[in-house]
DNA sequence: CTGAAAGCGCTTACAG
DNA sequence: CTGAAAGCGCTTACAG
C-alpha cells in the first residue's frame, strides 16, 4: 500500500506478477496479444501494490501524452475565469491541464518566464501549450497558442477585439459630448494595449477631434501603476472631462483618485474602463466599460489547441473575439466644465 | 532557433560545445569542477541552441525538483481563490508550482481522481501537493496537505473552523426567533459538510430547539442539487421559517425558489449560507453566510507544504482557520408565520 | 578538470 | 504470447 514509502514502480509489479515490465507496459496500456491468464495476473498485482504509472517517465518514453499545458504568470481573476473556459473547452476531450506557474513573481526569473516555462513543459511533458499574456514571442516544438499576444507575435493567438471595443467606448464619450479625453494606456508591448490606444486615437479622429498628446499616460495594466497618471492627468490645468483607462483595474483606481481629489464622478468627470470585470459593476458609481468574455478566451484557445495537436484544426490561427460596450453610472455629459 | 523542430537536448549543446552531457550539466547546475574556458563554451552553445534543461529528464533523475503540485477537479471561483493564497505563499520561495486538472469530469476518471492524479505527479515531478476536496482518503510518498479533507482523514489538512461557523450563523437564526429552521447539507463525504451539520445541530440542542429530521436535507454542495431540497422543503405544511444552506451556492438556489414560490426573502423565509463567496453581496437581498477566507486557505496549505518539504515544519498539521458571520439582509425575525 | 557508464521508470521494436 | 535490450534526456558516482 506504499503508505508514505517510495512509489511503486513498474518493476514492482512485474515482480510480483512474475513476468517482464514489457508485460506489464502492455496490460497497463490495453495493448492486444497478451494471454487472458498473465492479464489477470498483472491486474491484480497492479492492485494489489496500488501501482500507477509515472507520468513523468511515461512521457520521456512517448512522443504523446493527451496532457496540455498552461503557462501563466499569476492568478488574478483574469486568469480564474480563463481557466474555467480552458476546462470547458477540454471537458471529456481525453486531454488532461497541466498548469505551470512560477513562484518568483520578482526575482530572478521574471524576464522571459514564459518562453523558459513553455521548453520545460513542451519538451515532452505536453502535446502543446496554452500561453497568457507573454511578454514576447514564443516558440516551441509542439502547438502553441497564446491569449493576449506580445505585440507581432505570429504565434497563433486569441484575443478580443479590443480596437473595436476601444472606438466603442471612446465614441460612447465623444457622442456624450466629451471632447477633452484623456487615456490612461496599457503595457507597451502587448497587442491588446496597443489596439486599445489605437481605438482611442481613431475614434478621436472620426470625431474630428485632434489629439493632444499631452492626454496620453502609459500604464502597465496593474492598477497601482495608474494612480500617478491618474493624478498627474487630474492636476492639470485644462484637465480632461473624461478618461478611458485601457483596463477596469487602472480605470477604478482612477475613479478612487478622483475621488480622492474631490472630484464628481459623472458630474466633473466620466470614467470609462475595459475587460468588464466583477468588481466593475459593483463600483459606486458602477464602471462603464467594455466587456470581453474572457471565459470565451480561454475556451477558444483550448479549442483550437485540442485541434492544433490532433492535426485536425482548419479554422484560422488567429481567432479575435468581439467585444461589447457596457453602459454604467460613471460616465455622463460634461456637467461642470472649468 | 529549434522554430517548429524537435526541442534541443542536451546532447545538441554538448556536440557544438564539444564537450561530453556530464558537462553540460555540471554548467547547466552551476557544478564546482569546470574549467572557466569550458563554461564559456557550453555558455555560448547554450545562448546559441536556445537550449532549456526538460523537467521531465530533469525530475526523472533527480530526487528534488523543487516544484509543488496542485491536485484539482475544476475551476470554480474557489478554486481561483485558494490559487491566490498558494501563489502568494510560494512567491519568491524558490519553488515553482504545477496544477494537475484532469478534463474527464463526469468520464471513466471521476472516482478517485485525486489519487490518480497525485500518483501520477508524485512519482518524481514534484516535491509535494496539495489536494482539493478529494473524495477520500489520499496517499503518496512525499509529502501532501489536504484542503478540506474527506471526513475521517489522517492527512495534513488545512479546513475553516466549520462548526464554529455553522453554529454561529444558526446561533443568529434562533436569536432572530426563528424555531423550524431547514437545513439543506453538503456532500456526505467531506469533513466541512459534516461539522457544518453538526454545528446546525449543535446550535438547535443549546437552544433548547428538539431537532426535526425532517428538516434535513442533503445536497452536494452544487448549487442545482439544492432546488429540489429547497422546493421540498417549501412545500410541506410545516413550512420552516428559515433555511441554512451549508454553502452560499446552495442558498442562493434557495433564494430563487422562495423567489419562484412567490415567497418574500427575508419576510415570509430567512435564507443563510456559507462560504460568503462574491455573488452573496451582490445578491437581491444580501445573503446572510458565514465569511471562510478561502485565500487563506491555499495560503496555509502552501506554507505548511512547503515546511514539510523542506523537514523543517514544527507546526501542527491540522490547520483550523477561524470563520466570520456575516449578516445582511436575507435574514429577519420570522414575519408572516403560517 | 573531464568523460564513459549506469540508471531514473517507462515503451517499443525485435527476437523467439 | 513473452522477454531482453535499447533508449527517451538527464545526473552522478567513478575513473582517469
Redesign the interface.
Known amino acids: 500500500?506504499?503508505?508514505?514509502?517510495?512509489?511503486v514502480t513498474m518493476s514492482d509489479v512485474a515482480r510480483l506478477a512474475g513476468v517482464s515490465t514489457a508485460t506489464v507496459s502492455r496490460v497497463v496500456n490495453g495493448r492486444y496479444g497478451v494471454s487472458v491468464s498473465t492479464i489477470e495476473q498483472v491486474r491484480s498485482a497492479i492492485e494489489q501494490l496500488?501501482y500507477?504509472?509515472?507520468?513523468?517517465?511515461t512521457?520521456?518514453r512517448r512522443s504523446r501524452t493527451n496532457v496540455l499545458g498552461l503557462v501563466t504568470h499569476?492568478?488574478?481573476?483574469y486568469?480564474?475565469e480563463v481557466?474555467?473556459g480552458v476546462?470547458d473547452a477540454?471537458?471529456?476531450?481525453?486531454?488532461?491541464?497541466?498548469?505551470?506557474?512560477?513562484?518568483?513573481?520578482?526575482?530572478t526569473y521574471s524576464d522571459g518566464w514564459e518562453?523558459?516555462h513553455l521548453?520545460?513543459?513542451?519538451?515532452?511533458?505536453t502535446d502543446g501549450c496554452i500561453v497568457i499574456t507573454p511578454s514576447g514571442e514564443v516558440?516551441s516544438?509542439t502547438p502553441v497558442v497564446v491569449i493576449d499576444p506580445a505585440r507581432g507575435s505570429a504565434a497563433p493567438s486569441v484575443t478580443a477585439d479590443n480596437f473595436a471595443g476601444a472606438t466603442a467606448v471612446v465614441g460612447h464619450l465623444l457622442g456624450l459630448g466629451h471632447r477633452r479625453i484623456g487615456c490612461i494606456a496599457g503595457r507597451a508591448g502587448l497587442e491588446a494595449a496597443w489596439s486599445r490606444e489605437e481605438g482611442y486615437r481613431t475614434a478621436l479622429a472620426e470625431a474630428g477631434v485632434p489629439f493632444d498628446p499631452g492626454l496620453i499616460a502609459r500604464g502597465s495594466f496593474n492598477p497601482e501603476s495608474a494612480a500617478p497618471l491618474a493624478r498627474a492627468l487630474l492636476d492639470r490645468p485644462d484637465r480632461p472631462t473624461a478618461i478611458f483607462a485601457a483596463s477596469d483595474g487602472m480605470a477604478l483606481k482612477t475613479l478612487q483618485v478622483a475621488k480622492e481629489l474631490g472630484l464628481d464622478v459623472p458630474g466633473d468627470l466620466s470614467v470609462a474602463g475595459f475587460d468588464n470585470i466583477?468588481e466593475s459593476?459593483?463600483a459606486e458609481p458602477g464602471l462603464t466599460t467594455v466587456d470581453q468574455s474572457v471565459y470565451r478566451l480561454g475556451y477558444e484557445a483550448a479549442r483550437m489547441l485540442k485541434g492544433l495537436v490532433r492535426g485536425e484544426w482548419e479554422g484560422p490561427v488567429r481567432t479575435v473575439l468581439p467585444t461589447r460596450l457596457v453602459v454604467r453610472g460613471s460616465t455622463a455629459p460634461p456637467g461642470s466644465p472649468w
Chains 1, 2 share one sequence.
Open positions: 500500500m506504499a503508505r508514505g514509502g517510495a512509489p496500488g500507477e504509472s509515472s507520468l513523468v517517465a512521457s520521456l499569476s492568478f488574478q481573476s486568469t480564474a481557466l474555467k476546462m477540454l471537458s471529456q476531450s481525453g486531454f488532461d491541464l497541466i498548469i505551470y506557474a512560477n513562484s518568483d513573481l520578482y526575482g518562453q523558459r521548453a520545460r513543459l513542451s519538451g515532452t511533458l516558440r516544438g466583477p459593476a459593483l
